[in-house]
């Protein structure tokens, strides 16, 4: 298998560990055509902030398959950089809620807001988020618990437009 690694443990009387490592790539075209027929995002600026490496890759092949044009950023500094790069105001912000170094989504939905105004926000995460810190976010902010299914994470930003453009 090209790109696959595997490796074998072996001790006498106590047995074997296999391990098998499988590269990280985006699902197959087809499966994804079927699934952004529900949703037309193509040539749509989507701006995406985490810190977790993996997840950000994911989200990114993801939406790029959509045909997205995705900028992507891991902390506020990178979104900073990212905002003044830009000469278009993002379609849409993803952003996880926790960041390193302290850093949070109200970090990041600040920047983009100073930077670009209004924006539609989808915040995604895999921790509980308090109501007191989903009551500092904009109106219609979206949240998206990780790991979100495309399904999920397709609707989530057509409702997110979709929000943006009735207001």
Not at 3 to 16: A, I, T, V
Not at 91 to 112: C, N, S
Request: glycine share 6%.
């Amino acid at each position: 298998l090209p790109e696959h690694r595997l490796n074998l443990y072996s001790s006498l009387q106590r047995g074997s560990d296999f391990q098998i490592y499988l590269p990280v790539a985006c699902q197959e075209k087809q499966k994804l055509r079927e699934q952004s027929a529900s949703g037309n995002f193509a040539g749509r600026f989507v701006l995406i902030v985490d810190d977790d490496e993996k997840a950000l890759d994911g989200l990114e092949c993801q939406l790029r398959a959509w045909g997205c044009n995705v900028q992507t950023a891991k902390s506020l500094a990178e979104t900073q950089m990212a905002l003044v790069d830009n000469l278009a105001i993002p379609d849409l912000l993803i952003t996880d809620f926790y960041l390193k170094q302290h850093e949070t989504a109200h970090d990041i939905i600040a920047a983009v807001i100073a930077d670009c105004g209004a924006v539609p926000i989808l915040v995604i995460s895999a921790d509980g988020i308090s109501e007191h810190d989903k009551a500092k976010w904009p109106n219609k902010t979206g949240l998206l618990r990780k790991p979100a299914s495309p399904g999920v994470l397709m609707e989530a930003m057509a409702q997110a437009m979709e929000n943006k453009q009735a207001g």
